[in-house]
């Protein structure tokens, strides 16, 4: 939709709004995925360790989910406006360190900076998309910014590849730099002046303190089980250290006379399913691209180039699907659409689990992608499409916390699932994968029938 059509009181920007705000949000999602291809040439230029390499991935996205809910109450407290500006400001700086890095320390260092703009940058933009659409052109805009997202993380692995074999694995972090500046200057310019929809509370230091920790220490043991199993002890403490301190919030919350969030969010049906279903995307999403890119790479030996460009197909599926189901949602309403992306995704994911060859599996991910393309829009419009305009930052960090909590855990369990192919040259680990999550996405259909709300929920 054209901006010189405007509705009566609509911001004459909003939609060039939203394509800066898309293209800064899918810098952080590419950040996800576009060091995987790098990883081996970082590993050989630093020196570093295998447990170092795994802090790479794992640095930011810890620090990114930890921090989401913090990032949107701030949204809350200070104007969404300021809190995007500076958490892209903090993650273009933070880009440009991590690529001038010499050593490994100065590359986590930069890595959890990501992270910590990435928190102040994600919340705050949507809840700015959030308040600049209404009704069916909130779900149409919704439907773009989902597209960005859901193929971002594919797009990540072909500009990973791309960079990486091209001037080299600095870029992929370098890339980040003019592109946040020039964003940062047009979003200053056009940005409408948000004031604080809560003024004059206080931020809530304990429980920020809390959900952070726990969130952290909840990724963490999800990131190590991959390697070090599910039954270990470390793992067992920190699930259980996170469980203590989720308890420990809630029950804050309650008691505190500015509490970071109304607990009472995820008692809403449709922000209940919202967060179950983004998880649920973004951990099918993981496990395509990993069971993918390991396949592709240590299976067939293809490079990083054809491995980046064997994943065109998902990008360009997972956006199609997305931007189409952010048309239609108006008219079908989530229930419908989140079980057929759910069993598209099925159908993606248990072909090659019983046909395993390159051909089979650079289609049948490229269709599980177009499947978790439709979730990741249902997921939003259902989390945000009823939301008061006072809480739109706060629901904005929970629906992007269990973003980075579903790729945790679905790096972590199809690491797990898939170990024995790669530690030994078999497909048994790659079938157990594909096949394992695509029984999930079926599981999962089943509860989207019946936790998803009707047409009203997405309605705004």
Same mark, same amino acid.
């Given at each position: 939709?054209?901006?010189?059509?405007?509705?009566?009181?609509?911001?004459?920007?909003?939609? @060039?709004?939203?394509?800066?705000?898309?293209?800064?949000?899918?810098?952080?999602?590419?950040?996800?995925?576009?060091?995987?291809?790098?990883?081996?040439? /970082?590993?050989? !230029?630093?020196?570093?360790?295998?447990?170092?390499?795994?802090?790479?991935?794992?640095?930011?996205?810890?620090?990114?989910?930890?921090?989401?809910?913090?990032?949107? @109450?701030?949204? !809350?407290?200070?104007?969404?406006?300021? /809190?995007?500006?500076? #958490?892209?400001?903090?993650?273009?700086?933070?880009?440009?360190?991590?690529?001038?890095?010499?050593?490994?320390?100065?590359?986590?260092?930069?890595?959890?900076?990501?992270?910590?703009?990435? =928190?102040?940058?994600?919340?705050?933009?949507?809840?700015?998309?959030?308040?600049?659409?209404?009704? !069916?052109?909130? *779900?149409?805009?919704?439907?773009?910014?989902? =597209?960005?997202?859901? #193929?971002?993380?594919?797009?990540?692995?072909?500009?990973?590849?791309?960079?990486?074999?091209?001037?080299?694995?600095?870029?992929?972090?370098?890339? *980040?730099?003019? /592109?946040?500046?020039?964003?940062?200057?047009?979003?200053?310019?056009?940005?409408?002046? &948000?004031?604080?929809?809560? $003024?004059?509370?206080?931020?809530?230091?304990?429980?920020?303190?809390? +959900?952070?920790?726990?969130?952290?220490?909840?990724?963490?043991?999800?990131?190590? =089980?991959?390697?070090?199993?599910?039954?270990?002890?470390?793992? #067992?403490?920190?699930?259980?250290?996170?469980?203590? #301190?989720?308890?420990?919030?809630?029950?804050?919350?309650?008691?505190?006379?500015?509490?970071?969030?109304?607990?009472?969010?995820?008692?809403?049906? $449709?922000?209940?399913?919202?967060?179950?279903?983004?998880?649920?995307? &973004?951990?099918? &999403?993981?496990?395509?691209?990993?069971?993918?890119?390991?396949?592709?790479?240590?299976?067939?030996?293809?490079?990083?180039?054809? &491995?980046?460009?064997?994943?065109? $197909?998902?990008?360009?599926?997972?956006?199609?699907?997305? *931007?189409?189901?952010?048309?239609?949602?108006?008219?079908?309403?989530?229930?419908?659409?989140?079980?057929?992306?759910?069993?598209?995704?099925?159908?993606?994911? +248990?072909?090659?689990?019983?046909? /395993?060859?390159?051909?089979?599996?650079?289609?049948?991910?490229?269709? =599980?992608?177009?499947?978790?393309?439709?979730?990741?829009?249902?997921?939003?419009?259902?989390?945000?499409?009823?939301?008061?305009?006072?809480?739109?930052?706060?629901?904005?960090?929970?629906?992007?916390?269990?973003?980075?909590?579903?790729?945790?855990?679905?790096?972590?369990?199809?690491?797990?699932?898939?170990?024995?192919?790669?530690?030994?040259?078999?497909?048994?680990?790659?079938?157990?994968?594909?096949?394992?999550?695509?029984?999930?996405?079926?599981?999962?259909?089943?509860?989207?029938?019946?936790?998803?709300?009707?047409? $009203?929920? +997405?309605?705004?």
């Amino acid at each position: 939709m054209s901006d010189s059509f405007a509705r009566p009181g609509a911001h004459p920007l909003r939609w @060039r709004i939203l394509g800066f705000l898309g293209v800064a949000q899918l810098m952080l999602i590419l950040d996800v995925t576009v060091v995987a291809i790098a990883l081996p040439h /970082i590993e050989t !230029d630093l020196g570093m360790s295998r447990e170092a390499m795994t802090w790479v991935v794992s640095a930011y996205t810890l620090t990114f989910g930890g921090l989401l809910l913090l990032g949107g @109450r701030l949204a !809350d407290l200070a104007g969404a406006k300021r /809190i995007a500006l500076a #958490g892209l400001v903090v993650f273009t700086l933070a880009s440009l360190v991590t690529g001038l890095a010499g050593s490994s320390a100065v590359l986590l260092g930069g890595r959890i900076a990501q992270g910590v703009g990435a =928190a102040l940058l994600s919340p705050s933009a949507l809840s700015l998309v959030v308040g600049l659409f209404e009704g !069916d052109e909130r *779900n149409k805009a919704l439907g773009v910014w989902s =597209a960005l997202g859901g #193929g971002g993380a594919a797009l990540g692995v072909l500009l990973g590849g791309l960079l990486t074999a091209g001037p080299g694995w600095p870029w992929v972090f370098w890339v *980040n730099v003019p /592109i946040g500046l020039v964003i940062v200057a047009a979003l200053a310019r056009m940005l409408p002046r &948000t004031a604080p929809v809560v $003024p004059g509370a206080r931020l809530d230091v304990l429980g920020a303190l809390l +959900v952070t920790a726990s969130s952290g220490a909840l990724v963490y043991a999800l990131i190590n =089980a991959g390697d070090q199993g599910w039954l270990t002890a470390t793992t #067992g403490w920190l699930v259980l250290a996170a469980a203590v #301190g989720y308890v420990a919030f809630v029950a804050w919350q309650r008691r505190a006379k500015a509490p970071l969030m109304d607990v009472r969010l995820l008692a809403r049906r $449709p922000v209940a399913t919202g967060t179950f279903l983004i998880l649920m995307a &973004t951990a099918l &999403t993981v496990a395509v691209f990993f069971l993918g890119t390991f396949y592709f790479q240590q299976e067939r030996g293809f490079n990083a180039l054809v &491995t980046g460009l064997l994943f065109l $197909p998902v990008a360009l599926l997972t956006m199609a699907a997305a *931007n189409l189901t952010g048309r239609v949602i108006g008219r079908f309403g989530a229930r419908p659409l989140a079980v057929a992306g759910l069993l598209v995704a099925a159908i993606g994911l +248990v072909v090659p689990a019983l046909v /395993i060859n390159a051909v089979v599996v650079a289609i049948s991910i490229a269709v =599980a992608g177009a499947g978790t393309g439709v979730l990741f829009v249902v997921a939003s419009a259902t989390a945000l499409g009823q939301v008061a305009p006072h809480e739109a930052g706060i629901a904005s960090g929970i629906v992007s916390t269990f973003h980075e909590f579903g790729a945790s855990l679905g790096a972590a369990v199809v690491s797990s699932v898939a170990a024995a192919s790669l530690v030994a040259e078999t497909l048994a680990g790659f079938r157990g994968g594909f096949l394992v999550f695509a029984v999930t996405a079926a599981v999962a259909a089943i509860a989207a029938g019946a936790l998803s709300p009707g047409r $009203p929920s +997405v309605k705004v």
